[in-house]
């Protein structure tokens, strides 16, 4: 039985599929019945690494999404329009989806879905987080017997890569993002990446799959790293942490009803903890459940050889469904229910405020007697619990003081942060991060 596949655009990742797909030596025995038969392109002349007949090539996309002989449609355009329309044509026309693209299934998932489920067909979106680490199949088939209560990574190579680069250096942010740019491995415009929106599309993916349930993209808390800097970098190493920008989905166990937070924002990740390890461009998600245990997924977070390997695995998987049951379309009475996705109500996710975690603070203060004292009684006098407070260092009158909390209520601390802008010994905190 041999699966014809479209494919919708030919980036970095699209001629790394097409690669695969055209190169089947010593490959999975299955890829010898998928043809790759349409290449939907902006533009038939551009120059690209791979030779392709040109009679797979088209910039006529609404066609592929309608041809009826196209069994599979991959679509690798990447953005939200017109990968959106043209997806939800070719689901309405029967076809089986893979995607890479996370933003759109984190805003339009629900949609897609529904309709994919309607006509019976899959949507399989492995590369959309982690690039060729495999974690979405394992979540919905080998950790589904499992209660998921924290999925937490660091899925962004971009951010990682500065991060890195930062520690190793003692190198400021500003400095360090400008050669990333140079080399490839930050986009001209790095806002999604450094400002933690790539990070929310991917863990607001991970959390519908750990806690089955629908979640608001704009309810998930997202922070950047451009205020990290080299003396927190540095103080953090002091104090036996390394600094990364985490995307975490976590599940209160504390009460009766879930209390499900996520968010993004970097992090103070003790040097004992497997994500610390983590450098470079790789990517790591680490879940917890039960009865597992503590599990981690490693590997190279993006790029074409690695993207493209998640993408033709979701195509076998699809191919291998339809080869078992023998209904290429109309698989609604027959649908693998580990393949499929079946959420129907949305997670009211707990807000900020009310997430219990500890703190590391930098506090620029007058150099007086009894200021750490005074610093200490307000935090006292908001439930703040302080593991320690330090002066690290003096500026003519000024000090540079450093706090690190116990595990306490965000709004709590907050609330007294703003009660010490009001302070004359306070001048400003510089720095304020979470801790893992």
């Known amino acids: 039985m041999a699966f014809k596949i479209g494919l919708l655009g030919l980036g970095t990742v699209g001629q790394g599929t097409a690669a695969i797909l055209l190169d089947r030596e010593g490959r999975h025995p299955l890829l010898k019945e998928i043809e790759l038969v349409r290449v939907g392109v902006r533009s038939l002349s551009k120059s690209r690494t791979i030779a392709l007949p040109e009679n797979l090539l088209t ?14 449609v991959v679509e690798l355009i990447g953005g939200v329009e017109p990968a959106r329309s043209l997806i939800l044509k070719a689901i309405d026309h029967g076809k089986h989806i893979v995607t890479a693209n996370k933003a759109l299934i984190s805003r339009h998932g629900a949609e897609i879905f529904s309709a994919a489920n309607q006509k019976g067909v899959y949507v399989l979106l492995e590369a959309a987080v ?6 979405i199949q394992p979540m919905k088939e080998c950790l589904g017997a499992n209660r998921i209560n924290t999925v937490m990574g660091i899925v962004n190579g971009t951010t990682n890569y ?20 140079e080399l490839g491995y930050a986009e001209a415009d790095p806002t999604a990446d450094v400002d933690g929106l790539d990070a929310a599309d991917k863990i607001a993916i991970l959390a519908s799959l750990a806690f ?79 009865p597992i245990g503590q599990v981690m997924f490693f590997g190279p977070g993006a790029g074409a050889g690695p993207t493209a390997s998640a993408v033709v695995s979701d195509i076998l998987n699809i191919a291998g469904i339809i080869t078992t049951t023998n ?28 997430l219990i975690t500890r703190f590391y603070a930098r506090f620029i203060t007058r150099d007086l007697p009894g200021v750490i004292g005074k610093l200490g009684t307000c935090f006292g006098n908001h439930e703040v619990s302080i593991e320690s407070i330090v002066q690290i260092d003096t500026h003519g009158k000024q000090a540079e003081i450093v706090v690190v909390t116990h595990d306490v209520r965000e709004g709590n601390f907050r609330a007294a942060l703003d009660e010490l802008k009001h302070m004359d010994i306070v001048d400003r905190f510089p720095s304020l991060l979470r801790v893992l």
């Not at 982690?130 to 974690?135: D, E, L, M």
């Not at 991060?163 to 993002?177: G, H, I, P, S, Y």
């Not at 229910?337 to 079946?342: H, Q």
């Open 59 to 72: 910039t006529d996309l609404e066609a592929i999404v309608t041809d009826p002989e196209i069994d599979i």
């Open 130 to 135: 982690g690039g060729g680490i495999p974690v």
């Open 162 to 181: 500065i991060l890195t680069r930062m520690q190793a250096e003692a190198a400021n942010f500003d400095e360090v993002l400008q050669q990333a740019q």
């Open 212 to 290: 089955g349930e629908r979640i608001k993209l704009e309810q998930v808390y997202c922070e950047g790293i451009r205020g990290i800097s080299a003396t927190d970098i540095d103080y953090a190493d002091r104090l036996g942490f390394t600094i990364k920008l985490l995307a975490i989905a976590s599940r209160s166990l504390e009460s009766d009803t879930d209390n499900i937070s996520v968010r993004v924002h970097p992090t103070l990740v003790p040097k004992l903890h497997p994500l610390a390890s983590i450098n470079g461009v790789n990517n790591a998600i680490f879940i917890e459940g039960e």
């Open 327 to 354: 209904t290429p379309h109309g698989l609604a009475e027959s649908a693998h229910p580990l393949m499929t996705c079946t959420h129907q109500h949305y997670c009211e996710l707990a807000p900020i405020e009310e």
